[in-house]
């Protein structure tokens, strides 16, 4: 009898030492801006999704195309209809890994390259970047910038507006991860 409970408690401790290695933000924010002479666009998302498991330091991103909030309701609709076309594409994703070797239940500020792959329009290209990681009682803030070229991306512009959207987008990611629940 004494067994099988050693049993038990250790199957009980093996699970709640996985979960403590599943890191979780739910409210995400994405963000990216094109500049042009013409017009700035901006549009921004504080729905995104993103999983970290510590232990194989993997990463994944993932935002619904439509969340994506605009200062005028016709970029929006722009956006979701023409650019995104995010009825066939509803989603944006990452896939990655940080490749440093770093152990992410140390509190401390760092920063870490990422390397994955970058799904957006259909089309994925692999892209890496460098993450800022402030990590503080079990739970990491993650904050990075970087530039998407639009064409990489077969997202098509028409001719008639190429002057108002940039060739390349700056992109921000900004997500508070914490320990997933058992």
Same mark, same amino acid.
């Given at each position: ?23 979780? /933000?739910?409210?995400?924010?994405? &963000?990216? +801006? $094109?500049?042009?002479?013409?017009? !700035? #666009? ?43 076309? /995010?009825?066939?594409?509803?989603? &944006?994703? +990452? $896939?990655?890994?940080?490749?440093? !070797? #770093? ?80």
């Amino acid at each position: 009898m004494k067994q099988a409970y050693l049993l038990i408690c250790l199957c009980l401790f093996n699970i709640h030492a996985h979960a403590q290695d599943i890191l979780i /933000s739910k409210n995400a924010a994405v &963000s990216f +801006f $094109s500049s042009t002479v013409m017009e !700035d #666009i901006e549009g921004k998302s504080n729905t995104a999704s993103s999983v970290i498991n510590a232990k194989s330091r993997e990463i994944i991103f993932k935002v619904s195309n439509t969340s994506f909030q605009f200062k005028k309701k016709l970029m929006q609709e722009h956006f979701n209809e023409n650019y995104m076309e /995010s009825d066939r594409f509803p989603f &944006s994703k +990452f $896939s990655g890994k940080i490749t440093d !070797d #770093i152990d992410l239940s140390k509190d401390g500020n760092y920063t870490v390259n990422v390397e994955g792959s970058l799904d957006i329009h259909g089309v994925a290209k692999p892209y890496q970047c460098k993450v800022n990681l402030v990590i503080a009682q079990g739970n990491i803030t993650a904050k990075t910038t970087f530039k998407v070229k639009i064409e990489d991306h077969q997202i098509k512009v028409p001719s008639l507006v190429f002057k108002n959207i940039a060739e390349f987008v700056d992109v921000r990611l900004s997500a508070v991860y914490q320990p997933k629940k058992t």
